[in-house]
């Protein structure tokens, strides 16, 4: 999936081998312009937005591919409902398991630490270690596998445009799959401001503290997006080094893809963005409209 401004695309290998692109436009929305404005909120706005957008290609390409009935055997779509059903509970199960889990497993060390930034450090590393076996454990199931290599896929398209290359199979091959911007590095930014922002925390009810935790969730993430889109745009070494966690857990959740998926990586960012255009005018590089990049139908 590729977005840029209103636009966003789910590019599909169908069966058949060719590529199946479902692209979207958002209309223009004055409180989202507004919001692009404040610093942290713009990140809450962001996250609720990449949750609706992510909920809409998923089912794009889910209906591309069509999930077959095991009686008829006939391909089914997939309701909205449904869906957002599923990655409603998704969510929840995530907040339960990344969020609340670590502290209820940090209690066990209260009998010995007093410091409230003492436990909110020991829970910060419980989360982390939880996140970490997480994604261990579910990137050896074949079909993730399947899914970080066009997590490469995405990365290496962006970076091989954004170092003023020619977006064809064999220069996207060359670039690196590992960006700054990526979600991977926002999650593990997250875990890493939740042990702050939790410390503030001082309430005596445990039931308080868990509910401060899941309401401060959105002012987490709202933190985390201001580092990551900083980090995006800046070369500053302490900022580089500060990137470097977030870059090495990417050796984790991508891996290098086959021809086959950057060309569906290919078309979804054609599908939303003039590559040309952009590299003749930010690096002088003209390029020919030809066929010489593979078959993306």
Same mark, same amino acid.
């Given at each position: 999936?590729?977005?840029?401004? *209103?636009?966003? !695309?789910?590019?599909? &290998? @169908?069966?058949?081998?060719?590529? %199946?692109?479902?692209?979207?436009? &958002? ?34 390409? !889910?209906? !591309? +591919?069509?999930? *077959? ?7 089914? $779509?997939?309701?909205?409902? $449904? ?23 940090? @209690? ?8 409230? /930034?003492?436990?909110?450090? #020991?829970?910060?590393? #419980?989360?982390?270690? /939880? ?10 199931? *074949? %079909? ?23 977006? %064809?199979? *064999? ?9 700054? &911007? ?5 999650? +593990?930014? /997250? ?43 800046? $070369? ?21 893809? %086959? ?5 569906v990586g290919i078309a979804s960012v054609e599908a939303v963005f003039d590559w040309r255009a952009f590299l003749e005018e930010s690096f002088g590089v003209r390029t020919e409209n030809d066929e010489s990049r593979g078959n993306c139908d």
């Open positions: 999936m590729m977005k840029n401004k *209103e636009n966003y !695309a789910v590019a599909v &290998r @169908l069966d058949d081998g060719s590529i %199946d692109v479902i692209s979207h436009t &958002r209309n223009k929305s004055t409180f989202r312009d507004a919001a692009q404005k404040i610093p942290i909120f713009r990140g809450v706005v962001n996250f609720v937005d990449s949750l609706v957008t992510g909920i809409t290609t998923l089912m794009d390409s !889910a209906n !591309a +591919l069509g999930i *077959e009935d095991e009686e008829t055997g006939e391909k089914e $779509e997939i309701g909205k409902g $449904e869906l957002a059903g599923t990655v409603a509970f998704s969510v929840v199960v995530a907040v339960v398991v990344f969020m609340l889990l670590p502290y209820w497993l940090s @209690l066990v060390f209260q009998r010995f630490v007093e410091s409230t /930034v003492a436990l909110s450090l #020991i829970e910060g590393v #419980i989360r982390v270690a /939880v996140f970490l076996v997480y994604i261990i454990a579910i990137s050896r199931l *074949e %079909d993730i596998n399947r899914v970080f290599m066009y997590h490469g896929a995405e990365h290496k398209c962006i970076n091989c445009i954004e170092h003023g290359n020619v977006l %064809d199979v *064999e220069h996207v091959r060359a670039s690196s799959r590992f960006h700054k &911007r990526c979600g991977t590095s926002f999650l +593990l930014i /997250v875990m890493v401001v939740s042990i702050f922002v939790f410390a503030c925390i001082t309430v005596d009810s445990l039931i308080l503290r868990m509910v401060f935790r899941v309401l401060l969730v959105p002012v987490v993430a709202g933190v985390s997006y201001e580092f990551i889109r900083f980090a995006g745009r800046s $070369e500053n070494p302490v900022i580089n080094l500060l990137s470097r966690p977030g870059l090495c857990l990417q050796h984790l959740t991508t891996r290098e893809p %086959d021809d086959s998926m950057i060309e």
